[in-house]
């Protein structure tokens, strides 16, 4: 059974950080794409940051040059270190094997595109 499961959520005051992991069982991210996502109440579900299978990484203009992913395939882990956080960073963070161009959909529909993990909260407060 494959499981992708997200830790290092949490409360942070604006200017914090957080580090944020994906640990996936059951397949190796050495071979795949790995998509970090947020989704916000009432707002869509939105890639934040992705590492390619070529080792190429993207990032949202809002998260550009704060957010930080990295992988560890020796621990079979993807990271998303999260800098300089602001409210506006606040949400539901997933991780999956996907990187998608969404518009107006939510996370928690998405699993037929790739595997995905539960989700980690992450709140920022001003």
């Known amino acids: 059974e494959v499981q992708l499961v997200e830790s290092g959520g949490g409360s942070v005051q604006a200017g914090g950080s957080l580090r944020l992991a994906c640990i996936a069982s059951?397949?190796?991210?050495?071979?795949?794409?790995v998509g970090w996502y947020r989704q916000a109440p009432g707002n869509e579900c939105e890639l934040v940051s992705g590492?390619?299978?070529?080792?190429?990484?993207r990032y949202a203009d809002a998260v550009m040059g704060r957010f930080t992913i990295s992988q560890d395939y020796a621990k079979n882990t993807v990271y998303l270190q999260m800098n300089s956080l602001k409210p506006a960073d606040t949400g539901v963070y997933y991780c999956?094997?996907?990187?998608?161009?969404?518009?107006?959909?939510?996370?928690?529909?998405?699993?037929?595109?790739?595997?995905w993990g539960q989700g980690t909260q992450v709140t920022v407060s001003s």
């Open positions: 059951g397949l190796s991210l050495r071979n795949s794409v």
């Open positions: 590492l390619d299978s070529d080792g190429s990484t």
């Open positions: 999956a094997t996907a990187l998608l161009t969404l518009r107006g959909r939510d996370c928690a529909s998405l699993g037929a595109f790739g595997y």
